[in-house]
């Protein structure tokens, strides 16, 4: 089988070029490494002819609320008129436990568009929402840290290990499109202030962790299980 994974020189994409490669597909890494460019489509026909998948784990390169909202719905109106002229029959989008439940941040907001731009585009979809990936708990900790406190929200956060997300991938890409969103998230629910603890733990730091009920999460104000998966999502197996 023959899938594109658009943005294949990132965190995501590298790991799902290996697995299906190693799986034995047919697997076309496509990224401006490669000559493939979503914001201008240059590549794209390119990339996707004769392709049975196309799977965009691609992410916008600024937190700008405008070109957010640019890189996401110009980038996905491009990959969807693309695989529709070269006949693909599965587009598989990576998004986010939860997106379309936080519209107070300007990144969520632009997700929950590409959702729809995906699911009225005709095309055969799935779309696979995670929740946040291990790799990347330091990462959302820094932006909440203010000198020697880290302030955190008073909400759920369900973490998952990057290479179960990219697994799982894999798996929908080679199968048949879904037409409806499916959820995936870690096998355990940690308040925000135990993953920051731990991750302070780790680096040795000396920081304080708070509750802070007017924290947000990159500009988004969470409820108490706005970020974890509900009934019917599939779990992974790796803690935290």
């Known amino acids: 089988m023959k899938v594109v994974v658009v943005g294949a020189g990132g965190f ?20 401006r490494r490669s000559g493939v460019d979503v914001l201008t489509g240059a590549g794209l026909a390119r990339a996707l002819a004769g392709a049975d998948a196309l799977v965009d784990v691609t992410n916008a390169p600024s937190f700008d609320p405008e070109e957010l909202t640019d890189f996401f719905r110009t980038g996905t109106t491009n990959m969807v008129a693309a695989a529709r002229a070269a ?12 997106v379309d439940a936080l519209p107070d941040s300007p ?13 009225g585009s ?32 008073d909400a759920m956060i369900q ?4 290479d179960e997300v990219a697994a799982f ?11 409806h969103i499916v959820n995936i998230g870690g096998p355990e629910r940690l308040s925000f202030a135990d993953l920051a603890r731990a991750v302070v733990a780790r680096r040795h730091g000396s920081q304080t962790v708070a509750v802070d ?14 970020l974890v998966t509900g009934p019917g999502a599939m779990l992974g197996s790796i803690e935290f």
């Open 169 to 179: 991938l894999a798996e929908v890409a080679v199968e048949a499109p879904r037409n």
């Open 122 to 153: 005709g095309v055969p979809y799935t779309i696979v929402r995670a929740t946040q990936f291990h790799e990347f708990a330091g990462t959302i900790v820094d932006s909440l840290t203010d000198g020697d406190d880290v302030r955190v929200p």
């Open 12 to 31: 995501m994409g590298t790991k799902l070029v290996d697995m299906l490669a190693r799986e034995g597909e047919e697997v076309v890494p496509a990224s």
């Open 107 to 119: 990144y969520m907001r632009a997700k929950t568009a590409q959702e729809r731009l995906i699911t």
């Open 213 to 226: 009920p007017d924290a947000r999460y990159f500009g988004a104000r969470l409820k108490p299980d706005s």
């Open 87 to 98: 006949g693909v029959k599965h587009f598989v989008e990576l998004s986010i436990v939860g």
């Open 159 to 162: 973490p998952i290990a990057g």
